[in-house]
């Protein structure tokens, strides 16, 4: 479940950011309180997430790349 997370957390964020307006849709009598709970917490979730996905691309630039051989034209051989 953690890898899951890890892989697609934006997506999951992306998703639960989308479903907020939706609640005032389908229930009109949300109260603001807990629509502006529900934006902050938002707002705190994709701060770590944005910092997530940049821990992983720093991460991966600092990787060789797996066409890196290919690219030289070391096949291995």
Avoid at 48 to 58: G, I, R, Y
Avoid at 59 to 67: H, M, T, V
Wanted: net charge negative; charged share 20%.
């Amino acid at each position: 479940m953690y890898d899951f997370i890890s892989k697609h957390g934006v997506r999951i964020y992306s998703v639960l950011a989308a479903l907020v307006p939706a609640l005032v849709l389908v229930w009109p009598t949300v109260p603001w309180e807990a629509l502006v709970t529900a934006s902050a917490a938002l707002l705190g979730v994709g701060v770590v997430a944005a910092s997530h996905e940049d821990t992983k691309t720093l991460r991966a630039l600092y990787e060789d790349s797996p066409f890196e051989a290919e690219l030289k034209g070391d096949l291995g051989q």
